[in-house]
């Protein structure tokens, strides 16, 4: 069972959808939240080249936890960036912080997406890998 798993769902007549929160957006150089990759989609239109930092680790277990029960090792969710922006130039690069590795191509150039799958390794140690 991913994190992404437990979202909230809708049910409509036999067929379950998850529900999809609102889209985050960011267009300047920032540090991500938890809260914003749970969103899932984030969606970027910088006017130049930009940083979003990935959390911490202990932020990203804090976040995950809610004040409840820690979630297990080798959980997951996936998340993606749109790169809405059509000025030259203006790529998204993530970058790592503490306790929290990239693996794959971290730059999402203009007019292009690319999904990521963040990964617990252990207590306060994640992993986010480019998938697409």
């Known amino acids: 069972l991913s994190l992404h798993d437990a979202l909230p769902i809708s049910i409509f007549g036999k067929i379950i959808y998850p529900v999809q929160p609102n889209v985050t957006s960011i267009n300047t150089a920032s540090t991500l939240t938890i809260a914003q990759l749970l969103t899932q989609i984030i969606t970027s239109s910088p006017s130049a080249a930009i940083n979003l930092t990935l959390p911490t680790g202990d932020l990203i277990e804090t976040g995950i936890q809610g004040g409840g029960v820690a979630s297990p090792n080798n959980s997951s969710f996936t998340w993606s960036i749109i790169n809405t922006s059509s000025t030259s130039g203006a790529t ?16 999402v150039a203009i007019g292009t997406s690319a999904t990521f799958k963040t990964r617990k390794i252990t207590t306060n140690l994640f992993i986010t890998y480019r998938l697409a």
């Open 92 to 107: 998204i690069t993530l970058l790592a912080s503490t306790n929290h590795t990239i693996v794959g191509s971290a730059t």
